[in-house]
């Protein structure tokens, strides 16, 4: 760039190729519409992926709240949420807030259709009756990751629980949250009613468990969900469609206290991690016609797997014995060998290394799975990863 505009100040030209990348970056993660955004490598970073902006704002509206509805991003960074319910059909003035200005010059920038101001969410000067988004910061300002429990966060969510008290709101948080201490005393500010829901996406670069949202008791109101629940478990592709989603509800729970502990089937399924993260496994696995090998681990097991759901054809069960694994591998070469672990403390790259000194050329490819089963370790011998 220096060639094409050699007179441009040097301020000017690092701001420049900074932009260029991160709306490089905005696309990937954001979709193509923020091809022309203003926004940062950092800011693009904290933001939250097209997949689950997209699906949020669907589902907000699909449960029954008005599109003429008032909505306030109370944590609005560059307008990726507001611009997710533009483009879901809101017409009401969508608004947003932030304390820092310049991301605020570029949220004005990247959606014109909405009103933004400079505000703390914690001191809420907008209508009480709007629903509140809020994504209280799991990072540093460099985008290193932050989250060590709900009074980590800025502002923390302890804060953010107790301000919102009587507001409907939508928290974004970590997927890791303890929710079990949430309902049970708010993480200090009483009992928490609502619900959890737990987003992956599976599919694309940007795969994997994202977030975990609370759904407040009175905007799961508002939007009148016909069976409220307090768990969900949701599973997006890259376009933000929804793959797979369980809930607590009372007929899954009910299904979820008839599935069985046995021995292994002719197949093992690792649910996705939203499902585990949720606390779901079982529900997932009643309405999967699946059983467990233990109690306490996710890895589940049958004959048959869930049409589009990875799984392992199961080759051996072994005990957890060097020796034994050499052997296996001896009888059903690899050319290589991916290694998953449950409820065991052991390091995969070890592992390999001890039991595949030479992977064989031509061979097929195979999964060890090492799981908690009772009080033992047991391996599962497997083959490559196949889809239902």
């Known amino acids: 760039m220096r060639c094409l505009y050699p007179d441009l100040p040097p301020e000017l030209l690092s701001g420049t190729i900074d932009l260029i990348q991160a709306r490089h970056r ?88 909405a009103a933004f101001t400079i505000a703390d969410c914690l001191m809420p000067c907008w209508d009480e009756d709007a629903v509140t988004l809020l994504d209280p910061a799991r990072r540093t300002a460099t985008g290193q990751r932050r989250y060590r429990g709900p009074d980590s966060t800025i502002p923390s969510l302890t804060t953010v629980l107790e301000t919102y008290r009587y507001r409907p709101y939508l928290v974004k948080c970590a997927p890791g949250i303890d929710w079990e201490t949430l309902f049970t005393d708010g993480w200090g500010t009483g009992p928490w009613q609502g619900e959890v829901e737990i987003i992956s996406i599976i599919g694309s670069r940007e795969g994997g468990v994202k977030e975990a949202a609370l759904w407040s008791a009175c905007l799961c109101e508002r939007t009148n969900s016909a069976i409220p629940v307090s768990r969900r478990a949701t599973v997006l592709n890259p376009q933000g469609d929804v793959v797979d989603q369980i809930a607590d509800d009372p007929a899954a729970t009910a299904a979820a206290a008839d599935v069985t502990v046995d021995e292994v089937g002719s197949i093992l399924i690792e649910p996705d991690g939203a499902i585990v993260r949720a606390g779901l496994v079982r529900q997932w696995a009643a309405r999967s016609g699946l059983w ?97």
């Open 26 to 113: 905005a696309v990937e993660k954001l979709g193509p519409e923020t091809a022309h955004w203003f926004l940062s490598l950092a800011a693009v970073q904290q933001a939250t992926p097209h997949a689950v902006a997209h699906y949020r704002a669907q589902r907000l509206f699909s449960m029954g709240l008005r599109k003429s509805g008032s909505i306030h991003d109370a944590t609005c960074s560059i307008g990726t949420e507001l611009a997710a319910l533009r483009a879901a059909g809101a017409t009401s003035e969508l608004s947003g807030s932030d304390t820092d200005p310049a991301r605020l010059a570029m949220a004005r920038h990247n959606v014109p259709t």
């Open 292 to 388: 467990q090998l233990d109690h306490r681990i996710a890895h589940l097991t049958g004959d048959q797997a869930p049409a589009g759901v990875p799984y392992y054809p199961v080759i051996e069960q072994l005990r957890y014995r060097t020796a034994e694994l050499k052997k296996a591998l001896r009888r059903h070469p690899t050319s290589s060998l991916e290694i998953l672990v449950r409820g065991v403390d052991v390091d995969p790259t070890a592992v390999r290394r001890a039991i595949l000194p030479k992977p064989v050329a031509g061979a097929p490819a195979r999964t060890l799975v090492i799981s908690r089963v009772g009080t033992s370790a047991v391996a599962f011998l497997c083959g490559a990863r196949l889809v239902g």
